[in-house]
């Protein structure tokens, strides 16, 4: 089955819009969780490292991964909401 003109045009088209979505669905450095939680990475090495202080760099260290997983509890929440809405990511 071939497709006419306008419905390849139209596929190209959908195909272009699904890949500027996906661009900008995510971008670590405009993140703020990322940020932070390499922040945190830092700071733990520091404490653990620098100071001495392994308790209270391990404790910080488990910042990083803990920001991380709400973020993406969050944006998961946001896609569950446009997939109920209507498959609509525009």
């Keep these: ?8 045009n139209e596929l190209d088209e959908t195909k272009e819009n699904a890949k500027e979505s996906a661009e900008s669905a995510f971008d670590p450095v405009s993140e ?6 390499a ?9 653990f490292y620098m100071k ?3 308790v209270h760099g391990l404790f ?3 910042w990083a ?13 946001r896609v ?3 997939l109920d809405a209507g498959l609509s990511f525009q």
């Excluded at 922040?39 to 404490?47: E, G, R, T």
């Excluded at 991964?65 to 929440?77: E, R």
Aim: glycine share 6%; charged share 20%; aromatic share 12%.
């Design 32 to 37: 703020p969780v990322v940020l932070a939680a």
């Design 39 to 47: 922040a945190s990475v830092a700071f733990s090495w520091y404490l």
């Design 80 to 82: 569950t909401e446009k």
């Design 60 to 62: 910080v260290g488990l």
């Design 52 to 54: 001495g202080d392994k």
């Design 65 to 77: 991964p803990t920001l991380l997983g709400a973020a993406n509890y969050f944006k998961n929440l």
């Design 1 to 8: 089955m071939a497709l006419s003109d306008d419905d390849s």
